[in-house]
């Protein structure tokens, strides 16, 4: 309806699944519609922009200096796409061909802990009966129309291969591949990665000194509850937002996890703070915002606040 938090309806759908069992071919089928989406249109993004995006801008600004540190960089993302991978890729070198690839480089790990479109995750048909449909995309729809059969193996990810001819079905077995994204949800939402991704992020969250948020609202509790069983106490919080009104409710969000010890906030949006922006008031005025280097220099120019 109107009005309503999109987030919050879809919580609801997977609250209902159980019992409603109609509802779980339609939350397979927006799976296989949000992986298709989000990855061509992304990646036209990506080419149109010759590379040039914001990720890459603020990876190349914090690689540099973390490499001359000797720190490794950790990287979270809620997003599916693929944006946050071409800049890693572009400035590290790194590739994404295994799904071990994302958490076992000394340099970088990257987290995507809803998922990412060029994941898939294992499923059998209960019972373990195979499809006779041939087709790639009649074997989707079968998959899609017989969710409520499905089930999941817990820790069965792959990062797909492009060319895959049947990029849904094993060939020596009866298991199936369907795109791993969790679907959106407030409060509720599940992990769509590997555990072995969850164990290494609670180790690099143990070590982390300045937890920096870009457009995140914080809501998801789930992830919160990692933070506040993990996290080092007396970390900094630096929040980016599109403006200090939004960034204070991601301050307010992850406040009570009770892991920060002072935190900052850039309202100039994502693109003044990875490019080292200034931004122009309407007296003709440069304000400075905070930017990337100066979280990493220990810049004067940050002002950390207490509550």
């Known amino acids: ?168 079905r094993h060939p020596q077995s009866q298991t199936y591949w369907l795109p791993a994204l969790a679907i959106p949800a407030r409060s509720k939402a599940s992990f769509s990665c590997p555990r072995s991704h969850l164990d290494s992020l609670a180790k690099d969250l143990n070590k982390v000194t300045t937890v920096v948020t870009i457009g995140w609202r914080g809501r998801e509790r789930h992830f919160l509850d990692l933070l506040a069983e993990h996290l080092r106490a007396d970390a900094r919080l630096f929040v980016v937002a599109e403006n200090e009104s939004s960034a204070m409710e991601t301050v307010d969000e992850l406040w009570p996890t009770c892991k920060f010890s002072c935190y900052a906030i850039s309202g100039g949006g994502f693109s003044a703070f990875a490019n080292g922006n200034k931004i122009w008031a309407a007296d003709a005025a440069a304000v400075h915002l905070p930017t990337a280097t100066d979280l990493l220099s220990e810049s004067a120019a940050i002002s950390w606040m207490e509550r």
């Open 1 to 168: 309806m109107a009005g309503e938090d999109i987030e919050e309806v879809l919580e609801t759908y997977q609250e209902q699944r159980g019992s409603f069992s109609a509802l779980q071919p339609q939350l397979v089928a927006l799976r296989a519609y949000l992986s298709r989406l989000l990855t061509q249109l992304p990646g036209r993004w990506h080419k149109d922009a010759l590379g040039q995006t914001n990720y890459v801008s603020l990876v190349n600004e914090l690689a540099p200096t973390l490499e001359a540190k000797g720190q490794a960089a950790t990287f979270v993302t809620f997003n599916y796409d693929r944006l946050l991978e071409f800049a890693v890729q572009d400035v590290y070198g790194l590739r994404f061909g295994d799904i071990d690839d994302y958490v076992s480089s000394a340099a970088v790990h990257l987290y995507k802990p809803h998922g990412s479109v060029n994941w898939s995750q294992a499923a059998r048909l209960n019972p373990n009966i195979g499809l006779e449909v041939q087709d790639a995309e009649d074997v989707l729809h079968m998959l899609i129309e017989r969710a409520p059969s499905l089930e999941w193996l817990p820790d069965a990810f792959r990062v797909d291969e492009p060319d895959d001819g049947d990029p849904y």
